[in-house]
C-alpha cells in the first residue's frame, strides 16, 4: 500500500515510523512534512488545511490511503472531501471531528447520555457571562472558547479579575476569532490527567495503551500551557479497575452516543481524562491522536499498525485482535527557547546523524527543516527525543541520556517528565 500522511509534527512522523513497520506499505508520501520526516518519507507543501490541495495530491500520488492527523483538516472536513472522490481516508468525517471541533457540542453530547464531565454552563453574551461568574463567586473557575484554538482556548482563573479578561479577550477581542463566540464556563476539577486513545470504526472501540502528559512548560508543572512538553506511557494512575470504570461509563457510551446523534465516529478518538475523587470524568475529546501522546503510544504497538488503520476504515476492527508490548515508554520535548511564547527559527540543530536520529532513541521531529544539508529548528516543539525501557525509569534513563547527546542554541526541555506526578 501508498500512504499520504497529512501533517508535519511529531505525531505525524510516528505514525509514518510505524506505518514504515508494516510488510503491506510500499511507500509513505506526507505533507507538509518536515526536516525529520523528509528522511523516512517523501515530503510535498501542500498545507495541512488545504482541502482541494489534499485531493489533487492525493490523486495525482494515486495512493491507497491518505492519513489526515491533524485537527483542523479533519473539523474542515477532509475526510468527506476525499472520500467522495472515491479516496480511502482514515479520521473522522466532519460531522463526527465536531466533537473536538465544538466544545459546546461535546458538552451537550456528554449532558444528554450521561457521560461523565464537569458541569456547566454555555454563554454566548459576555455580559451573561460576567453576570454568572459574579454570581458563581467561586475559584477557580474554567473558561473555554468554543472552537479551535491551537489548545490555548482554556483558560482557569483564579479570580474575579482573571475570569474577566479571559470572556473580554475571547469574546470581545476575539483572540481566537470565531472559536470564541461561544464559551463555555464550567467547574473546576481536581486529580490526576489520563490520556487515551482508542481506535474505532463506530461498531467497537479498542482503546490503546494509556499515557500522561505534562502541559505545562515548566519543571513542576509550572508555567504557561504548552502543546506538552513530554508524555509518558504507560500512566501510573490508570489502573486496570479505572480503565474498566471507563469502558463502563466513558468510552462506549462515547461511541453509542455518537451513533445516536447521526455521526458515527471512525479513526482515532482521544479521551483527555481527569480521576476526581468522584470517579474518572471527560475533560476534553479531541478527533486525532494527541501530540506528543502518539509518540509513546504507537511505539508500544505490536499489530501491525496499517492492519489496524484499515480495519478501522473496513469496519472491521472488532475481528482484529489489537495487541500491545509491555515495558515503558518516554519522549521528551526538546523546545526553541522562548516557547511557547515568540522563538527565533533556522537555529543549526548538532548531535543528530544524516537522518535526523541518535543512538539509543528514536528521535521524533516536529519543528525542524532540513537546510543545506543540515537541520534546523522550525518551530516551537523541535525534537520528541523518544525511548522505551522494560520500566518507566529505564525508559525515562534512556531518553534523557539521548537528549545529553543534541544542543542547539536556546534549547529547553523539562527535566522531570514522569516524575512531575510523584511531586503531588
Ligand atoms: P484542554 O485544552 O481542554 O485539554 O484543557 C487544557 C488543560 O486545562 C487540561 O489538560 C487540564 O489540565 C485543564 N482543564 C481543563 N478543563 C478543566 C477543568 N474542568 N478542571 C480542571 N482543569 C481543567
Ligand atoms: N497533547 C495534547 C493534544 O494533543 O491535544
Request: hydrophobic share 40%.
Amino acid at each position: 500500500m501508498t500512504y499520504l500522511v497529512v501533517g508535519g509534527g511529531g505525531r505525524e512522523h510516528t505514525i509514518i515510523r510505524k506505518l514504515k513497520e508494516s510488510s503491506d506499505v510500499d511507500k509513505i508520501y506526507c505533507t507538509p512534512g518536515n526536516g525529520g520526516i523528509s528522511k523516512d518519507a517523501e515530503v510535498f507543501d501542500v498545507a495541512a488545511t488545504d482541502i482541494d490541495g489534499v485531493v489533487e495530491l492525493a490523486e495525482k500520488l494515486k495512493v491507497d490511503c491518505v492519513f489526515v492527523a491533524p485537527d483542523d483538516p479533519l473539523v474542515l472536513g477532509m475526510v468527506d472531501a476525499l472520500t467522495e472522490r472515491g479516496i480511502r481516508a482514515f479520521g473522522p468525517n466532519k460531522r463526527a471531528a465536531i466533537i473536538e471541533g465544538s466544545k459546546v457540542f461535546s458538552k451537550e453530547l456528554m449532558k444528554k447520555y450521561g457521560i461523565p464531565s464537569a458541569a456547566y454552563e454555555v454563554f454566548n453574551d459576555p455580559k451573561a457571562a460576567m453576570d454568572y461568574i459574579k454570581v458563581q463567586n467561586s475559584y477557580p473557575t474554567v473558561i473555554k472558547a468554543d472552537g479551535l484554538a491551537l489548545g490555548k482556548g482554556v483558560v482557569i482563573a483564579e479570580n474575579f479579575e482573571e475570569a474577566r479578561n479571559a470572556i473580554h479577550s475571547i469574546m470581545e477581542d476575539k483572540i481566537f476569532g470565531n472559536s470564541g463566540n461561544n464559551i463555555v464556563i464550567e467547574e473546576f476539577l481536581t486529580g490526576p490527567e489520563v490520556s487515551v486513545l482508542a481506535f474505532t470504526d463506530g461498531k467497537c472501540i479498542k482503546p490503546m495503551v494509556s499515557s500522561m502528559d505534562h502541559k505545562r512548560v515548566f519543571n513542576g508543572n509550572l508555567g504557561p500551557n504548552t502543546g506538552g512538553m513530554g508524555t509518558i506511557s504507560p500512566n501510573p494512575y490508570y489502573t486496570d479497575e479505572v480503565a474498566k470504570e471507563c469502558m463502563e461509563k466513558i468510552f462506549l457510551p462515547t461511541v453509542d452516543a455518537m451513533n445516536a446523534e447521526g455521526r458515527t465516529f471512525k479513526g482515532c478518538l482521544y479521551f483527555g481524562l481527569m480521576l476526581t475523587p468522584n470517579g474518572p470524568k471527560v475533560i476534553e475529546y479531541n478527533c486525532r491522536f494527541g501530540d506528543p501522546e502518539a509518540q509513546v503510544v504507537l511505539p508500544r504497538l505490536k499489530t501491525d499498525f496499517s492492519k489496524v488503520v484499515n480495519a478501522v476504515i473496513d469496519g472491521k476492527l472488532g475481528e482484529l485482535d489489537v495487541e500491545w508490548y509491555d515495558g515503558a515508554c518516554a519522549c521528551v520535548i526538546m523546545a526553541s527557547g522562548g516557547y511557547p511564547g515568540k522563538y527565533d527559527k533556522g537555529i543549526a540543530i548538532q548531535g543528530l546523524d544524516v537522518n535526523g536520529q541518535v543512538e539509543g532513541a528514536t528521535v521524533f521531529h516536529a519543528g525542524t527543516a532540513f537546510k543545506d544539508g543540515e537541520f534546523v529548528t522550525n518551530g516551537g516543539r523541535v525534537l520528541g527525543v523518544t525511548a522505551k525501557g522494560a520500566t518507566l525509569d529505564e525508559a525515562l534513563a534512556n531518553a534523557y541520556d539521548a537528549v545529553e547527546g543534541i544542543k542547539f542554541k536556546g534549547a529547553h526541555y523539562r527535566t522531570d517528565i514522569g516524575r512531575a506526578y510523584k511531586q503531588k
